[in-house]
């Protein structure tokens, strides 16, 4: 698991399927999963904010049956042959409850936890550490850096640098939406020496860059130079086909070497990734519609039968699903519309 993660992979975070009485629509979370296999996607990481959080409340209790209902159809892509699919569990809360999500997940066959540290807003940096570590005696960690919009903390480059030396962390996703805090990220892993810890970007607004980005820094007075191999993205949770495109052509281009020029028609994809971004995650009104977007993507296609999340207020924002007919519109090859069409029935009736 560890060196596909190294590799570099696209890593679509997976969606919540829902009932219009919003149950677990079954027969459709069964083909999201299908959908994401096909479409080449390197693994799926499961019940994390892409998924809603609610999912654990005991009242809707959907954390474990969704985790096992996801390795199920994981089982099946992987009896197709090929490199396995890196199945990542999201893993929130207070130490007790994050263990025991952690265990629930490696009993449910996860390679790796994506580690949230929202519920520990107010906890010390030593604390935080002693929280990691806790949970890395359990599953392979991937830590998480979580934009403060959506409920993350500023995590400074002192606590990056202590957690990059946890044996058992095995990547980081880097999503501040900041480049002095993804900085601050993959310096402290360079100083760490961690060359076997994989980054991958979660930073929406600049996926590509990210991607193409040779990040260098002086440690032991050598240049040691460092990339982000691979996104573990909400946003690759529609137009997956697309995005599994997308990481290819960066990393053609990556190994073309340091030095060499990022063409131009690769900074206009950033800026229409990014584009095409705003209006799916909502960012006119402050990402409230983040996930319902998402839905809506999916719905369009016929993946979903309806953008229903577990809270009821939870929907589309003001103006979001004008902005999403535009991005449609003005960026069809970001798309991959026909490519659903073609396997869409299989998927729901596979």
């Known amino acids: 698991m560890g060196e596909l993660l ?24 069964r083909a999201l999963v299908r959908y994401y296999a096909e479409a080449g996607a390197g693994g799926l990481a499961v019940g994390v904010h892409t998924t809603q959080f609610a999912i654990r ?7 474990e049956p969704l985790l096992r209902l996801v390795a199920e159809e994981l089982d ?33 066959g996860y390679h790796a936890a994506l580690l949230s540290l929202a519920a520990l807003g107010d906890a ?19 830590g998480f850096y979580l934009q403060p919009a959506v409920g993350g903390r500023v995590l400074p480059f002192s606590f990056w640098r ?67 191999v691979g996104g573990l993205l909400g946003h690759w949770a529609v137009w997956t086909r697309r995005a599994v495109e997308l990481l290819d052509d960066c990393h053609r281009l990556s190994a073309s070497g340091a030095d ?13 990734v990014t584009d095409a971004n705003a209006a799916v995650f909502d960012a006119a009104n402050g990402f409230a519609g983040c996930i319902a977007g998402i839905h809506e993507v999916l719905r369009r296609q016929g993946l979903l039968a309806g953008l229903w999340c577990l809270d009821p207020a939870e929907t589309l924002g003001p103006g979001q699903a004008h902005e999403i007919d535009r991005v449609c519109r003005a960026y069809p090859h970001l798309t991959d519309d026909a490519f659903v069409r073609e396997h869409l029935d299989r998927w729901l009736n596979g």
């Open 6 to 29: 190294r590799r570099g992979l696209a890593i679509p975070a997976c969606p919540l399927a829902l009932t219009a009485e919003r149950r677990l629509d079954e027969r459709r979370q």
């Open 57 to 63: 409340d005991p009242a809707i209790g959907l954390f």
């Open 76 to 108: 099946r892509a992987d009896r197709r042959g090929g490199d396995p699919l890196v199945r990542i569990a999201g893993v929130c809360g207070r130490t007790g409850q994050a263990r025991g999500e952690a265990e629930l997940a490696h009993d449910c």
């Open 124 to 142: 010390s940096e030593e604390e935080l550490i002693a929280h990691v570590r806790t949970v890395a005696e359990v599953i392979p960690l991937v």
């Open 162 to 228: 202590r957690f990059a030396e946890i044996e058992n962390v095995v990547a980081i996703k880097i999503a501040p939406f900041n480049r002095y805090q993804t900085l601050d990220v993959v310096r402290a892993v360079v100083e760490a020496g961690r060359d076997d810890l994989a980054l991958y970007t979660g930073n929406d607004d600049n996926i590509v860059i990210d991607l193409l980005t040779p990040f260098r820094f002086e440690t032991n007075g050598k240049l040691k130079e460092r990339r982000i």
């Open 260 to 272: 060499a020029a990022v063409p131009a028609e690769m900074l206009r994809r950033n800026v229409e």
